[in-house]
């Protein structure tokens, strides 16, 4: 399936009954998601989730803001890509997630532009925040990046076949 969303807004997305989820755009499936001038803001878990090989995000000029944890309290993420899932994205600003503000995992890869990630906080369960986290064999090529008031780390990269090539960050 493909999805395109332009000059939209989602917003306050509630969890599901269970306390868990409540993600602003969760894309998966081999899908395709196309993002342009859009504002996602206050999802619980992720506010924007890409899963799975085959899928893929191309996002432009997007805001994602204040992503809360679930009731698991393992930390939400603003944007979180893995299982192979392929990312472009360009001229983004990521802030106030719980946790991570860019997560890349488990062999996906994120291209990422003219980004900015702030006030990344830290999780519920006590870890600190990472405005960018890439472990698990993700790749990611990061340029022209703000990464400012994480409550942990601002750039993470572990595990072996990791790569993150990144230039021009602040």
Same mark, same amino acid.
Not at 26 to 33: L, P, R
Not at 95 to 102: D, E, K, V
Not at 122 to 128: I, K, N, Q, S, V
């Given at each position: 399936?493909?999805?395109?969303?332009?000059? %939209?807004?989602?917003?306050?997305?509630?969890?599901?009954?269970?306390?868990?989820?409540?993600?602003?755009?969760?894309?998966?499936?081999?899908?395709?998601? @196309?993002?342009?001038?859009?504002?996602?803001?206050?999802? /619980?878990?992720? =506010? &924007?989730?890409?899963? =799975?090989?085959?899928?893929?995000?191309? /996002?432009?000029?997007?805001?994602?803001?204040?992503?809360? #944890?679930?009731?698991?309290?393992?930390?939400?993420?603003?944007?979180? &890509? +893995?299982?192979?899932?392929?990312? *472009?994205?360009?001229? #983004?600003?990521?802030?106030?997630?719980?946790?991570?503000?860019?997560? $890349? #995992?488990?062999?996906?890869?994120?291209?990422?532009?003219?980004? $900015?990630?702030? @006030?990344?906080?830290?999780?519920?369960?006590? *870890?600190?925040?990472?405005? /960018?986290?890439?472990?698990? #064999? %993700?790749?990611?090529?990061?340029?022209?990046? *703000? &990464?400012?008031?994480? +409550? =942990?780390?601002?750039?993470?990269?572990?595990?072996?076949?990791?790569?993150? +090539? %990144?230039?021009?960050?602040?």
């Amino acid at each position: 399936s493909v999805l395109e969303l332009t000059d %939209a807004i989602v917003r306050d997305t509630e969890p599901r009954a269970d306390g868990r989820r409540g993600r602003g755009i969760d894309v998966s499936g081999a899908s395709t998601c @196309s993002l342009s001038r859009t504002w996602v803001a206050r999802s /619980v878990e992720a =506010g &924007l989730s890409v899963d =799975g090989a085959g899928t893929t995000l191309d /996002v432009r000029d997007v805001v994602v803001d204040d992503t809360a #944890a679930d009731i698991d309290g393992v930390g939400a993420r603003g944007v979180g &890509l +893995q299982s192979q899932a392929d990312a *472009l994205i360009e001229r #983004a600003s990521i802030s106030g997630s719980a946790g991570f503000g860019l997560l $890349a #995992a488990d062999g996906a890869t994120v291209r990422a532009y003219d980004v $900015a990630v702030r @006030s990344t906080g830290w999780r519920p369960d006590g *870890l600190r925040g990472r405005a /960018v986290n890439v472990d698990l #064999a %993700a790749t990611l090529l990061l340029e022209r990046a *703000l &990464l400012i008031g994480s +409550q =942990g780390t601002g750039l993470y990269a572990q595990d072996d076949g990791t790569i993150v +090539q %990144a230039t021009d960050l602040v």
